[in-house]
């Protein structure tokens, strides 16, 4: 059973709209969820994290909505960029185990 | 701010042959690294987690014997891929945190894409 489960596979917007990406997880002992960027040939780069106990997470263009009920969360693209096409991935973390595990990731397309 | 590197960048081997790869945390100390290998359709798969002062672990389908880690020092981990064949082909990623970071994050070096002839 897959812990972290991301949608969609792929997302394709224009230039100046928002972004959603989702993302669900099974496993409640999970208490921080790192998104990170990826662009071709790179390694994944921190983009931006929210802890459980938080329902929000705001880094300028870039928010996470967490709904711990419901064990979902969402990142939130305003104003999205061409420069933001990469694939974007949601990871959860366990205290406990020190493990990270990560979702299948999204693909997104910001068209000019 | 927190820094991974990792090198080679790309390597390709002969099937049958091993190959090592080096990750290097600059900007903090790297009490816990872990290595992943992300497949073409860039799925993570966890090798293994090693911290300082306790035993590498290994995830289910990856051991010791093919996959060797060092973790010798708070900067600096490898791991060699040994008897390397075409399954082994992929992106092998360091996650490295610790004190000096925001603890719970994993940082990221660019990986050693590993191609096997």
């Known amino acids: 059973q897959q812990q972290v489960r991301q949608s969609p596979q792929s997302l394709t917007v224009w230039e100046g709209e928002t972004a959603i990406l989702n993302c669900s997880y099974e496993?409640?002992?999970?208490?921080?969820f790192p998104w990170y960027q990826q662009f071709p040939g790179e390694g994944p780069a921190l983009l931006i994290s929210?802890?459980?106990?938080?329902d929000k997470k705001e880094d300028g263009r870039f928010t996470i909505f967490f709904n711990k009920r419901e064990k979902k969360l969402s990142l939130h693209i305003t104003d999205s960029q061409p420069g933001d096409s990469a694939t974007y991935f949601c990871?959860?973390?366990?205290?406990?185990?020190?493990?990270?595990?990560f979702g299948d990731g999204t693909v997104l397309t910001v068209k000019p | 701010g927190a820094l991974v590197y990792q090198y080679p960048r790309r390597t390709i081997c002969k099937s049958g042959t091993s190959m090592r790869m080096e990750c290097q945390a600059v900007?903090?100390?790297?009490?816990?690294v872990a290595w992943y290998r992300q497949s073409p359709q860039k799925t993570f798969e966890l090798i293994a987690l090693?911290?300082?002062?306790?035993?590498?672990?290994?995830e289910q389908n990856f051991t010791q014997e093919k996959f060797p880690i060092s973790h010798p020092n708070l900067s600096f981990s490898s791991m060699t891929v040994l008897n390397a064949y075409l399954e082994d082909r992929g992106l092998y990623l360091c996650?490295?945190?610790?004190?000096?970071?925001?603890?719970?994050?994993?940082?990221f070096g660019p990986g050693t894409r590993l191609l096997v002839l």
């Open positions: 990871a959860a973390h366990n205290t406990n185990t020190g493990k990270l595990t």
């Open positions: 496993d409640s002992t999970f208490n921080y």
């Open positions: 929210i802890r459980s106990v938080s």
């Open positions: 900007g903090f100390q790297a009490t816990s």
């Open positions: 090693s911290t300082v002062n306790s035993a590498i672990k290994y």
């Open positions: 996650g490295a945190r610790g004190p000096g970071t925001n603890q719970d994050t994993q940082y």
